[in-house]
């Protein structure tokens, strides 16, 4: 703004220099018969142009702009940062199945077959230029992801082709960028002939430029020697990520979003007023619903308050918004944690108190680990994982006390609208709390508890986790040796 500022008013000035000269200049036989206005000419001549054409308004005006921009630029994101988000958004498209154009376009729509449903609603309607969907494709070209690359370089080239001959001093990228990179994505998956007329329509432009002509003449050449290439459609696979087993499980629940419960078909999955038999909870026992049974999942509707809630996120807050965690560290699998320990303030004990009672286990430490506050910003997510260490060598052993036999997780915010997480066909709401054994009674892990955060697709999302231990549970949950148990 001041940069703007300072060029306006030396803009202005100069403007008002030049209709002074033109008004001077209007009767050009009156200025030499004043003698005031023969020596201003002379003047004029000599030193007031010069004054103009050698000030040094201009450079000053951008020389403060840079040293402004290079004050703050090591806080800027980096281009690691611009890549991550730009995956965060690829990994929505995936697994929320959202449509490139739409998301271009602003809108949020999952589009299977003849099906069209609107995942998200934004309060403001907001779209991407031709640049920003070049960004999102060049960063996966760059890691020969032709899947994601080719349907967003397609908007960029369609978004350019629109806006053709307006430059925007902003963009990174032009029409021939654009085009340039589709076609060499389109030959990498195996679609010479759109390669080819791509790349034809680059020469239009830049006919001068002799890598694309080469390519041209490439691509006719490879059609000629298979003419069948012509027609082939590719088909591209999306590149493999880890937890390929998993992976069409864990897509399918975040995109099904739970359907309705089914407990009225398994009387087993009740609800109830749960007291544990604990005094503490007597006066105010806890809706309790049986989500599932093996391997068995409890849900604890209400379990924190809103000013609990908040409280939480409160105390966490120091942790995970420090200024370098911000929007970027959130974006892409980014989630932020901290661990609050009981002393920090009372509200904590009260919730171990009360997760006590509930569960009738220890959760003192050692025995319990710290309460862990996570923070998911968009497209953060947890992989499908187990709780409990698989390995002998896991870091989960240095506290001691065993393995985590039971995870007891708060629902401290949902991500607006989209809920992060599913239980089988159902989701859970905020301030509850699930409650699982992630450990049989003989000690060994439940290969049932895989579970996993799907990636936020609004806003951002709160959870709080309460990990609890094997040791000091001997008598609390005695073991068996059924491997059933
Ligand atoms: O965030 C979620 O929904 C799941 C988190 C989780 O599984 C974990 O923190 O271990
Ligand atoms: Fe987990």
Known sequence: RR???????????LTRFYEKVLSLHEDSAVAVENPLLAYTLIKRLQSDWKNVVHSLEASENIRALKDGYEKVEQDLPAFEDLEGAARALMRLQDVYMLNVKGLARGVFQRVTGSDVTDLYSPRRFFSLTADDCFQVGKVAYDMGDYYHAIPWLEEAVSLFRGSYGEWKTEDEASLEDALDHLA????????????????????????ENKRVAR??????????????QAAAEAVIQRPNVPHLQTRDAYEELCQTLGTQPVRYQIPSLYCS??????????????RKEVVHLQPSIVLYHDFVSDSEAQKIRELAEPWVSVPEASLCLHMEFRSVSAWLKDTVDPMLVSLDHRIAALTGLDVQPPYAEYLQVVNYGIGGHYEPHFDHATSPTSPLYRMKSGNRIATFMIYVSLALERPGFIIGNRRTTKNAALFWWNLRRNGEGDGDTLHAGCPVLVGDKWVANKWIHEYGQESRRPCTSSPED
Request: proline share 6%.
């Open 184 to 207: 060499f994505a389109c030959f990498q998956a195996g679609n010479v002939s759109r390669a080819l007329s791509l790349s034809r329509e680059f020469l239009l432009y830049s006919p």
């Open 215 to 228: 390519n041209v003449l490439k691509y006719e050449r490879l059609l000629a020697e298979s003419p069948h």
């Open 3 to 13: 940069y703007l500022r300072g060029e306006e008013a030396r803009l202005r000035d």
């Open 273 to 286: 007023y749960e007291t544990n038999s604990s005094p503490y909870l007597l006066l105010q026992p806890i």
